[in-house]
């Protein structure tokens, strides 16, 4: 049984940073991807990382994000730098493990002005 367990989110200014990190168990896993949604909004796609280390990555947060993975420790990673008010939401991690796909619980991450 496939397992996420997120951490990370929390409370921070505008233009500071933080790490959310999502640990996977119990699969072999090829692309990670984190999403976001913000109240009334729709899930959206932040970034993705394939099983090789190729990355994708919202126009909104190109130059301020960062996802990476550990494969040794099946974990991966969202370096937020340079936050806004408008990266405020509620963030998933989403795991592929064919032929399924894993969500994560969600981690708030809220940024003030």
């Known amino acids: 049984q496939v397992q996420l367990v997120e951490s990370g989110g929390g409370l921070v200014q505008s233009g500071g940073s933080l790490r959310l990190s999502c640990a996977a168990s119990?699969?072999?896993?090829?692309?990670y991807a984190w999403y976001r949604q913000a109240p009334e909004k729709q899930r959206e796609l932040v970034a993705t990382?394939?099983?090789?280390?190729?990355?994708n990555y919202a126009d909104s947060v190109k130059g301020r994000f960062t996802i990476s993975r550990d494969n040794t420790k099946n974990t991966v990673y969202l370096q937020m730098n340079s936050l806004k008010p408008e990266d405020t939401a509620v963030y998933f991690c989403?795991?592929?493990?064919?032929?399924?796909?894993?969500w994560g619980q969600g981690t708030q991450v809220t940024v003030s002005s």
């Open positions: 119990g699969g072999i896993f090829t692309l």
């Open positions: 989403k795991v592929d493990h064919w032929p399924s796909v894993s």
């Open positions: 990382i394939t099983s090789s280390g190729s990355t």
